[in-house]
């Protein structure tokens, strides 16, 4: 424990300082600064989640504008897909929106989720994350770096 | 599927609603008024002594003589009560059912037996109103008997009932033997000054004997067995009353007439009720079956009582009076409590039974809807048995309490020790008491129904719904109100040398003790919580209707799984799985696992097969040993039957000589 | 019923109301900085139940009045037990109508209310989280009560008022060994009863992790906002508790006036403020243990808290 409590004193503050806040979005009439996500892996490949776990580690810190992911759908204001929609796991994306509670958004995280990426004609494959339930927020990119994840987070709770 | 203790369900389909039967309407008023009768004997020996009666002829050689102390009045109210509830619920529960008019006229008789033990003011009526509220019962028990498992249970109730009687019986002998008279007020005069071992010998013979009858550890083998097999409303009325009974015998012999005894006297009490406590809510937290967990739950709470008779006897004896007034008032107020409770507990619970067919918890749920006054009077009685604020035994379980920690410092290394495993003890039971509830509750009436059965539940009749809610009703008055009982335990208190403190406690809408800084409002309590309850509901109603918020309702979350069945819903079983493993060493359940596997292949499996079964361990560690025993004895004695004439004559001619040798 | 008490009641009645979600937000932060993050701000749980009150009220089908009532009984019991114990005040009229063993009952009366919640919604969740958490309250009952039992042998009473005037007249008790004892075992408590590392996760995602957050899995909107709360208001409670039980300077007494109480309540922050700073800080070292290694640690407090009462008993410094 010592050795622990050396560590936090030499390493000191990670994240990095914030960026500046990019164009505001609206998320219904709901107030800013709080932004609770369910993600759903709907057919990636992990690398969005790679990514999306370095957003809320301690280097980038996600939390401090006010997001977090949450494990019930209930609690969320909407989802964070990734990956393209693979058959098995339509219905299960369906019920996960149809689970939160109004008003709602849902973010697509990476090329899959927002028009197919590299699986677009694939067996197995319904779509993009838009075929199944309504997008409001794209991050593009294969993966997308947590700066542009946290960009595109950042438009929904305003921080 | 956990199988506790191979206890067989009623059958699968809820009976059909029979022609109105005139003899349960009869038999439901005949304990009706039987059970006012006794409520009104009981009232009027509270508040002022009343005249003996004594029936010279009735019986050879004794004549029976009744007389109603206020400590029996106490009683007799509270079994008169439980059988007015009682009564009236049986006119409707007994419609259900096909039932033999045996057990229709019994119900009031039993009832009548229990007042006239609670009335005898000799040895001679006692012992035989004993035995014929023993009998009576037994019949009553005994109603169901196609099912094996009930007659099982009959001959267990049997043997217990006669070995405890035999037990008060040499100790009621032994008692009279020495103080000359038969009548229970000259001996409480006489038996301060008989010899001490004749003291002690009387003690333990009538403790065993009442704590039988009451259920105490390890003489409570019969309790879970007969109060499940017996119809509801005689359930109840055992549970409720009769284990009063034996509580009663304990007061008025070992506390009342033997007066003031050596410590270990207290310490036997103590640890008796301390074992039954512990051992009862754990076996309760474990069962699966609704009524047998009720029993457990009256083992349990019969030994929370006896602890704080024990610790009232204790500490009397440390010469700390107004504390020892405190124990023994937690005592009788638990006693009244758990009589209100429990029977409405068992008659939720038959209003279940009677309606679903089912008895088996895992086989139950979503019962809110369909059967809602059931529903809302098992929570109250849940919410008393589980000594929780705002339910009926909180104010006997926080004098308990209060009683346990008073003890100065300095008093002695044996208080020093004992009061703080006692609060452990009591704490503990509480706990588990709590968890067994819930699961009782939450189980078998909440979420969505576990079987077809409860699925086809409707609410059961009215006078059902009435019997259970004057219980309910008395529940709520305890709770909120305990005050009204204060006259009755104030007579019982000064006729036992051991509690006679300055004073008792004060009990108002603020219940103060007198002497120990402590007070406790249950009014205020629930007043405030109600209060900020509807408070915080009101306002998150305000403040989300300001705003776009409307109720929708939704299929459940599961993960994204698809829809949920009822085999997804958590069981009883599971449900105390956790507590299951962590007390493994004192339920020790006998679990087994069968796996099947596919034909061609060891390693593929077809089937799995689960079975955990958990016994009463005192019954197979100690009874069955102690019966085996038994057994082998009686056969070598068999063998000096072998039929020869000529060995018999030689037996009479041996004792013969004995004989003479001895008497010469 | 004096005046001062009665205003001092309902001022820290408010305060724990109002600054409950400070605090949970200040446990964040403390432990975002220890990890090396930027963390969101002490004030966020109070942007997450403004927008949770505003989100629309899902009802899972199937549930009863129990699941809609429990997020209330929960809060209601809590704000009964802030007016009862002594935190900013020691002349709460709500003094006489309840003592510590009425505390600890209104706590598990609470606890009560939302295992029925999760049982209710008849999801494996659900009832897994409530079968969890009726073990970790059934088993630490005994250690609750002992501890009581260990605090309430030096001022001979059980009632919270007169205990901690006691330790207000005799302060240096707190450190005999029944006083350090006692406090090892109530932290314990603290830590099992409002759901912290290392007996549960608050922040897991995992449900098979879950206690407390699995029964609240089906909530949403306002009513999860109360949940919420609720348990924001239990944390800061208990630790005012704790830190007045051993802790005690500053409190407003029988005759305090307004500055007394406005200084109460300063106090009662600031002890709540460094108990939850130390607890988040202690948080950061553990991690969560085995649910069935729980007993243990358990039955661990339990044997301190005999200790505490043994010593209170054989120990104990009588006060002149």
């Known amino acids: 424990m010592r050795g622990l409590i050396a560590k936090m004193w030499r390493t000191g503050r990670v994240a990095e300082p914030e960026p500046a806040l990019p164009a505001r979005a609206r998320l219904g009439g709901v107030s800013q600064g709080s932004l609770q996500l369910r993600h759903v892996d709907a057919g990636s490949c992990n690398g969005c989640e790679i990514e999306l776990s370095g957003c809320f580690s301690p280097v980038y810190d996600a939390e401090r504008y006010g997001t977090r992911l949450v494990a019930s759908p209930r609690h969320a204001d909407g989802l964070v897909v990734t990956g393209v929609v693979t058959r098995n796991m339509a219905s299960a994306l369906r019920d996960t929106w149809a689970a939160v509670a109004e008003p709602k958004v849902v973010v697509a995280l990476g090329d899959c989720a927002c028009d197919g990426g590299v699986f677009t004609d694939a067996y197995g494959v319904i779509g993009p994350a838009s075929s199944v339930v309504p997008v409001a927020v794209e991050v593009r990119g294969c993966p997308p770096s947590p700066t542009e994840i946290i960009a595109g987070l950042r438009t929904l709770s305003g921080r | 599927m956990t199988v506790t203790a191979a206890r067989p369900s009623a059958p699968p389909s809820p009976q059909p609603i029979v022609r109105a039967s005139p003899g349960a309407a009869v038999s439901g008023a005949a304990t009706v008024l039987v059970g006012a009768a006794g409520v009104a004997l009981g009232v009027a020996a509270i508040t002022r002594p009343l005249a003996a009666l004594r029936v010279g002829w009735l019986l050879p050689l004794a004549g029976v003589s009744f007389e109603v102390t206020g400590t029996a009045g106490l009683f007799m109210v509270v079994t008169g009560a439980v059988a007015v509830a009682a009564g009236c619920y049986s006119v409707g529960y007994f419609r259900h059912a096909k039932t033999a008019m045996a057990t229709l006229s019994v119900l009031p008789l039993f009832v009548l037996t229990m007042i006239g033990v609670l009335a005898a003011s000799s040895v001679t009526t006692l012992l035989v109103m004993w035995e014929l509220m023993a009998l009576v019962s037994l019949v009553a028990v005994l109603s169901d008997h196609h099912h094996a498992a009930v007659r099982d249970a009959g001959r267990w109730y049997a043997g217990m009932t006669q070995f405890g009687f035999l037990a008060i019986l040499i100790g009621l002998v032994v008692l009279v033997h020495s103080g000359g008279s038969e009548s229970l007020s000259v001996l409480a005069a006489r038996a301060g000054a008989a010899p001490s071992s004749t003291r002690d010998a009387v003690f333990v013979l009538t403790f065993i004997g009442f704590g039988a009858k009451a259920g105490l550890v390890p003489l409570h083998v019969w309790l879970p067995r007969a109060h499940p097999a017996a119809p509801s409303p005689v359930s109840a009325v055992m549970s409720a009353a009769m284990v009063a009974v034996g509580i009663y015998g304990v007061v008025r012999v070992d506390l009342q007439i033997l007066g003031p005894g050596p410590r270990w006297w207290a310490m036997v009490v103590l640890a008796a009720g301390a074992l039954s406590a512990l051992y009862g809510v754990l076996q309760a937290s474990v069962a699966t079956d609704l009524k047998r967990l009720l029993a457990y739950s009256t083992t349990e709470n019969m030994g929370v009582v006896a602890m704080g008779l024990g610790a009232g006897m204790l500490l009397a004896d440390y010469g700390h009076p107004v504390v020892a007034d405190v124990a023994v008032t937690a005592a009788l107020l638990q006693v009244v409590a758990h009589a209100a409770f429990k029977s409405l507990a068992f008659l939720a619970a038959g209003s279940v039974v009677a309606a679903t067919g089912q008895r088996d918890l895992d086989h139950l749920g979503g019962l809110a809807k369909a059967m809602p006054v059931t529903t809302i009077c098992f929570a109250v009685g849940a919410l008393g048995a589980s000594g929780l604020p705002l339910g009926a035994g909180f104010v006997s379980e926080w004098l308990l309490l209060q009683s346990l920690i008073h003890s100065q410092p300095g008093s002695g290394t044996l208080l020093a020790v004992v009061m703080p495993i006692a609060v452990g003890v009591v704490a503990l039971t509480t706990g588990v008491g709590v968890a067994a509830m819930v699961k009782a509750f939450g189980v078998g009436f909440l979420a969505r129904p576990r079987s077809p059965g409860a699925a086809l539940a409707s609410e059961s009749a009215p006078s059902m719904l009435v019997g259970m809610t004057m219980a309910a009703a008395a529940c709520a008055v305890l709770a909120l109100a305990p005050a009204v009982v204060a006259p009755a335990l104030r007579s019982v208190l000064s006729a036992t040398p051991q509690a006679v403190g300055v004073a008792s406690p004060h009990f108002g809408v603020l219940l103060r003790l007198p002497g120990i800084a402590g007070s406790l409002s249950p009014l205020l309590l629930a007043a405030a919580a109600v209060v900020a309850t509807l408070a915080v509901a009101g306002a998150t109603a305000v403040a989300g209707r300001s705003r776009r918020a409307q109720c929708r309702a939704v299929a459940l979350w599961t993960c994204g799984g698809g829809p949920l069945s009822e085999r997804m819903e958590y069981t009883a079983t599971s449900f105390a799985e956790p507590l299951q493993r962590v007390f493994d060493g004192v339920l020790r359940p006998d679990v087994d696992v069968e796996v099947t596997h596919v034909g061609a292949s060891r390693y593929l499996v077809e089937g799995v097969r689960y079975r955990s079964v958990i016994v009463d361990a005192v019954e197979v560690r100690l009874y069955r040993p102690l019966l085996g025993a038994f057994e082998t004895w009686a056969g070598w004695v068999r063998r000096a039957h072998s039929g020869s004439v000529h060995l018999y004559v030689a037996y009479g001619a041996v004792a013969l000589a004995v004989v003479l040798a001895v008497a010469r | ?320």
């Open chain 3, 1 to 320: 019923m004096s005046g001062p008490g009665v205003v001092g009641t309902v001022a820290q009645v408010a305060a724990v109301a109002a600054g409950a979600p400070a605090l949970v937000g200040a446990m964040r932060q403390v432990r975002a900085r220890l990890e090396g993050r930027a963390g969101a701000g002490a004030l966020q749980p109070y942007r997450d139940l403004r927008k949770l009150l505003g989100k629309q009220q899902l009802v899972p089908e199937g549930t009863t009045v129990i699941f809609a009532a429990a997020p209330a009984a929960i809060a209601g019991t809590t704000l009964v037990i802030a007016s009862i114990v002594p935190l900013a005040t020691l002349a709460s009229p709500m003094d006489q109508a309840g003592d510590l063993f009425a505390v600890v009952g209104l706590l598990l009366l609470g606890t009560v209310a939302l295992i029925l919640a999760g049982l209710d919604t008849g999801t494996p969740f659900g009832g897994m989280g409530a079968s969890r958490e009726a073990t970790i309250a059934a088993l630490v009952e005994p250690t609750i009560l002992l501890a009581v039992f260990a605090l309430s042998v030096p001022a001979k009473s059980s009632n919270l008022a007169v205990i901690v005037a006691n330790t207000v007249r005799h302060p240096g008790q707190v450190l005999s060994p029944a006083g350090a004892l006692a406090f090892a075992a109530l932290v314990v408590v603290i830590v099992a009863e409002t759901g912290r590392l290392p007996v549960d996760n608050p922040a897991t995602h995992l449900e098979l992790t879950m206690v407390h957050e699995a029964m609240v899995l089906e909530y949403s909107g306002p009513k999860l906002a109360v949940v919420e709360w609720g348990a924001a208001m239990r944390l800061a409670v208990l630790l005012g508790v704790l830190a007045n039980l051993f802790v005690p300077e500053g409190i407003a007494g029988t005759h305090a006036g307004v500055a007394g109480t406005l200084l109460g309540i300063a106090a009662i922050t600031a002890k709540i403020a460094v108990a939850g700073g130390l607890l988040a800080a202690g948080e950061v070292f553990v991690a969560k243990i085995r649910l069935f290694r729980v007993p243990e640690l358990l039955a661990g407090s339990f044997l301190l808290g005999v200790l505490a009462v043994t010593a209170s008993y054989f120990l104990g410094t009588r006060p002149a």
